[in-house]
């Protein structure tokens, strides 16, 4: 027996493991999920349940821009997301910079949306916050759009008991 896990839960498991990515200083783990967060909406509200290049700009552009406008494009986050998650690298020849890069609060103090010689430096919990600030915004806008509701179910989920009928009593996720 599946455990079911209500819409809002499934969207707020992706959300809070990358909270607890950046609480445990797993800066790449959190990272990586921020960036990931735009390909999971465009996917969830697309009549076939996939993303792309062009879904996820255009959910940039609606969702997350605004709080980036002369800093950061769509392309830019694209192309980051691509640099990061496939090479583990902070430049790639389709962003404007020469390279991103993040920093982490040293002794409490904040860079966020600096131009340094080229490359743009950004608050890693800051820009976090942000894409995670953006995703709530449109799941409480989207929830009900049919493409959504169908495809929210095939989010990844904690099952604490067991995948039935594959495996049961070990905790799994899939």
Excluded at 48 to 63: I, P
Aim: hydrophobic share 45%; net charge negative.
């Amino acid at each position: 027996m599946v455990m079911e896990v209500s819409d809002e839960e499934s969207m707020d498991n992706l959300i809070q493991e990358l909270m607890n990515a950046l609480k445990a200083k797993l800066w790449y783990a959190g990272l990586l999920m921020t960036l990931m967060l735009p390909d999971v909406c465009a996917a969830l509200e697309a009549e076939d349940g996939l993303s792309s290049r062009k879904r996820y700009k255009a959910w940039c552009e609606r969702w997350l821009m605004k709080k980036y406008v002369t800093h950061l494009s769509a392309d830019d986050l694209y192309y980051l997301r691509c640099g990061v998650a496939h090479q583990a690298k902070f430049d790639h020849d389709g962003i404007r910079y020469e390279r991103i890069f993040f920093t982490l609060r040293p002794d409490g103090k904040f860079f966020h949306k600096n131009v340094l010689d080229g490359a743009l430096n950004l608050d890693l919990v800051w820009f976090c916050k942000d894409v995670v600030e953006s995703v709530q915004e449109w799941f409480a806008q989207k929830h009900n759009d049919p493409h959504v509701r169908a495809h929210l179910t095939n989010l990844v989920q904690f099952y604490p008991t067991g995948l039935e009928p594959y495996l049961k009593g070990v905790p799994a996720i899939g």
